[in-house]
């Protein structure tokens, strides 16, 4: 399941690259899945490309900031 969600979540940011720094969002967005990947998936090859998705495509989704859950972590 979480490399299946990993799959769709690059295609999802992929297809919304912009050039701003960071994307805005309250809602559709990857941001919850990459951070449950990132946390509960066993696989380290999984939780190391969900942490790279959302170092590479920062976004701000709703009061959630991957910038900030990225420092945390």
Do not use: H
Not at 12 to 36: E, G, I, K, Y
């Amino acid at each position: 399941m979480f490399k299946e969600l990993l799959i769709l979540s690059r295609i999802t940011l992929t297809s919304q690259r912009t050039t701003w720094a960071s994307v805005f969002t309250m809602d559709n967005s990857p941001t919850w899945a990459l951070n449950f990947c990132s946390i509960l998936c066993r696989d380290k090859a999984v939780r190391t490309e969900a942490m790279a998705l959302l170092r590479d495509f920062p976004r701000r989704d709703a009061m959630w900031d991957t910038k900030v859950f990225l420092a945390l972590y």
